[in-house]
């Protein structure tokens, strides 16, 4: 797996997150985080993050993480850069590692479209399970509503010494 770090963006580097966030091509996948959202993560909220995920000092991804002040941090928002080059992987297991750094969570969770099967197959990648179907679950911004699926991670399996 390649080597990465979870970073507090630089400035220049959110109009990148923002512009993917407003793609249309991701319309029906990712939601856009509205800016005051955006902004209290950067300010130190207690509840949220957000974060770069650097490779040889460049983002390649970012995540957006709520419920950060409970036991069970949700992956709110992710999106990979340039895709294709094992960078979601890399980035999504840095993250739980990172998740799994404090001790009071339990789990790290998200929810993915259903049919989103390239999504899927990367979090039970790396050991996400599902957890519940959730139908009609979300309306998109092209105004789809869409079903859903809670898929949550148990960071205590990351805690472990390795065998």
């Keep these: 797996m390649m080597n990465g770090t979870w ?11 923002v512009a993917m966030m407003e793609d249309e091509a991701f319309y029906d996948k990712i ?18 993050a957000l974060w770069v995920f ?19 941090p949700k992956l709110d928002e992710f999106g990979v850069f340039e895709r294709g080059r094992g960078y979601g992987k890399a980035a999504l297991d840095a993250l739980a590692r ?27 990648s790396l ?3 599902e957890e519940l179907f959730i139908a009609k679950g ?12 809670r898929m949550w991670l148990k960071l205590d399996r990351l805690r472990r010494p390795e065998d």
């Excluded at 979300?138 to 699926?149: A, C, M």
Aim: charged share 30%; hydrophobic share 40%; aromatic share 8%.
């Design 98 to 124: 990172k998740c799994a750094k404090t001790p009071r969570y339990e789990k790290l969770w998200l929810h993915v479209v259903d049919g989103n099967e390239a999504a899927m197959a990367l979090y039970r």
């Design 54 to 72: 650097r490779v040889d000092g460049r983002a390649v991804a970012y995540a957006f993480m709520t419920e950060m002040a409970t036991k069970y």
């Design 138 to 149: 979300w309306k998109t911004r092209s105004d789809k509503v869409v079903d859903q699926v």
């Design 127 to 129: 050991g996400f399970g």
């Design 7 to 17: 970073d507090i963006p630089a400035q220049d580097e959110l109009p990148r997150i």
């Design 31 to 48: 939601a856009r985080v509205p800016d005051a959202d955006l902004e209290a993560a950067l300010a130190g909220s207690p509840d949220t």
